[in-house]
């Protein structure tokens, strides 16, 4: 969480910076600032709220060709202008942004910062102002900021600026994502490329406990003990427009509208040329491998993960657990022998996802990301990635990832079973262009799912989605949209569960979606729907072409069984996106939220 961008140069860095900041709101949003160097010093601009908060309080006069910035998601301290970054130490000669979250901040606090009066809240203040005190003391600014970061602990990217040195950016990470991009006379500093491809597509990586003295001229890379690191720079694969919202009101809409075409290149990439599937051999062995597979992930990607096991195990005949990451290390089960661990990321840096794959890798075990940022984190740190090739996902509220995720675990899946010699009538990668096909009709279908949400969600205050089998799992899918863009209290339910409890909550008028895709429960998925609407539930069924019923809200195309939640989950992304619509929320950036969620 929390977005930093550093820039030193020739031009006006105040546009540059807020530029930047812009296309990293995705991960925070509850306040903004930058801090502009000149003849005249460091000057600081932050406002709680949005970027273009921040804008209207910047003095569009103040120019610097130096600076540096930062949007926040709020841990240490309530969302408010005097918690915003960049924070100041007491003498005001270092002003700094952070991303992450320092553990031992009241312990450093304690040990050498006692007499010193804090004006915030927040972990990150105690870092500038421990720089600020070992600058006193004597070290030179590279000196004490290496000094002061071998005594953090937890997760930092971090730039600094010296009041007595205008031509200097220090920067260093830890578990946060920090990239320096590189141009002539100018050099820039994000947490991820995107912001800064207004300036550069050239970068260079950093690896934890790393800082970087960043000039006009040059990027030093060093370790924590000052040797200095070389590392090569790399072109950023990035196509400016692929992070613009185009004619689109939101990312969000843009982003479900993207599926057909996500899919279609995901059976490109995963095509030889005798359209058999590609893929390294090393992740097929790992995969032969395993006596049983773990798959990890939070959220969305969590019930991707779902689906894959499901997938896996139907077709490769394999044996498959998926957890909650937050939760896996608090709850370890019993392990096999010979497991494989499967981490499913869109963005490869969610902190609870990386704090499973270090300890796995600590015990020894063989790890693989699914991601849809291949230089992230996760994906480094594992022995294997899968690339999802969903292209940038913007919206705080996954789509386009969740599809590509199930789609690349099938092809896997069925790679598997190929390789241990199983014998299959489904072929992953003709089956997926049915999909996209599906995904069209539904997508070009937006007035119908507006309508749905327009009739069920617009004065509801909760909302049920039932399902059984993989319908179930898009049903916890559904409900996490509609949540976390409408504000509307929303569960996803196995339609047999009801009755144990939950349909207490059903009342007159109470919307509950049910889903039918799948043939072997469609009667008593049926059977549950009638429960509800027994006691004044207001029904909407999604059926699959096949399963229909004359009352059905919408049928939608028929695909094959394995592959079905790839394509119901598009009307519920759709009704999320209405229903939000409707009620004046953000879509894109929802409260509280964040894209990249790099804190445990
Ligand atoms: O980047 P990741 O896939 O690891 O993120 C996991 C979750 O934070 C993410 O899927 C989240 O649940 C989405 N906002 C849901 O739309």
Redesign the pocket.
């Known amino acids: 969480m929390c977005g930093i961008v550093g820039y030193i140069g020739t031009e006006d860095a105040k546009e540059i910076l807020l530029r930047g900041l812009e296309k990293l709101e995705y991960r925070g949003y509850d306040s903004a600032g930058i801090a502009l160097v000149n003849d005249e010093g460091v000057h600081v601009y932050k406002e709680k709220g949005r970027i273009a908060t921040l804008r209207d309080v910047v003095d569009s006069s103040e120019e610097g060709s130096v600076g540096i910035g930062h949007t926040r998601w709020a841990t240490h301290g309530p969302p408010s202008k005097v918690n915003a970054h960049p924070h100041r130490s007491v003498t005001e000669r270092y002003t700094m942004v952070h991303n992450g979250v320092i553990e031992n901040y009241e312990q450093l606090r304690r040990e050498y910062l006692a007499n010193v009066e804090m004006i915030s809240d927040t972990d990150t203040e105690i870092v500038v102002q421990l720089i600020d005190r070992f600058a006193k003391e004597g070290s030179s600014t590279e000196e004490a900021f290496r000094k002061v970061l071998s005594l953090l602990k937890g997760s930092y990217a971090i730039a600094l600026l010296d009041n007595n040195d205008a031509e200097t950016i220090y920067v260093g990470k830890n578990k946060s994502p920090l990239l320096v991009g590189l141009s002539d006379g100018v050099n820039v500093v994000a947490s991820d490329a995107m912001a800064m491809l207004h300036v550069t597509n050239e970068f260079v990586e950093l690896m934890d406990k790393e800082i970087v003295v960043v000039t006009r001229d040059n990027a030093t890379i060093k370790s924590l003990d000052g040797d200095v690191i070389s590392r090569d720079s790399y072109i950023a694969e990035l196509d400016a427009s692929d992070i613009e919202k185009g004619t689109y009101p939101h990312y969000m809409l843009k982003e479900i509208d993207e599926q057909p075409y996500v899919i279609r290149n995901i059976i490109s990439k995963y095509k030889t040329d005798d359209e058999t599937i590609k893929l390294e051999e090393d992740i097929r062995q790992a995969m032969l491998d395993a006596d049983r597979i773990y798959i990890i992930?939070?959220?969305?990607?969590?019930h991707a993960g779902l689906v894959g096991k499901q997938l896996i195990e139907r077709i490769a005949n394999k044996p498959v657990e998926t957890h909650i990451a937050s939760e896996f290390l608090y709850n370890m089960p019993l392990l096999s022998e010979n497991p494989l661990f499967i981490f499913?990321?869109?963005?490869?840096?969610?902190a609870d996802?990386r704090g499973v794959l270090v300890a796995v890798k600590e015990l020894g075990y063989k790890t693989l990301t699914i991601t849809n940022v291949p230089g992230s984190t996760l994906s480094r740190e594992a022995d294997h990635t899968l690339h999802t090739y969903a292209g940038p996902e913007i919206a705080?509220?996954?789509t386009k990832?969740y599809t590509a995720q199930m789609a690349v675990l099938a092809i896997l899946a069925v790679d598997t079973a190929k390789a241990a010699g199983i014998t299959m009538n489904f072929d992953p990668l003709q089956e997926l262009a049915i999909v996209a096909n599906a995904m069209e009709t539904l997508t070009d279908k937006k007035d119908v799912m507006e309508q749905i949400a327009r009739d069920y969600l617009s004065v509801s205050r909760n909302c049920f989605f039932i399902g059984r089998a993989a319908d179930y799992y898009v049903c916890l899918e559904g409900a996490?949209?509609l949540k976390?863009i409408s504000y509307i209290q929303a569960e996803g339910f196995a339609g047999g569960e009801l009755k144990h409890g939950t349909i207490a909550l059903i009342e007159d008028g109470t919307p509950v979606i049910g889903i039918a895709t799948q043939e072997h429960v469609n009667l008593s998925i049926r059977g549950n729907m009638k429960e509800v609407v027994a006691r004044g539930a207001s029904p909407c069924m999604i059926s699959m072409e096949g399963q229909e019923e004359e009352d059905d809200q919408l049928v939608i195309p028929h695909v094959h069984e394995y592959l079905t939640p790839l394509v119901s989950v598009i009307p519920l992304q759709l009704i999320s996106y209405y229903a939000a619509l409707h009620r004046d929320c953000d879509v894109d950036k929802p409260r509280n939220?964040a894209?990249?969620?790099t804190v445990e």
Not at 297 to 302: P, R
Not at 344 to 350: M, P
């Open positions: 992930a939070a959220g969305t990607s969590y499913i990321s869109q963005s490869g840096e969610t996802s705080v509220a996954s990832a996490l949209k976390e939220l894209k990249s969620v």
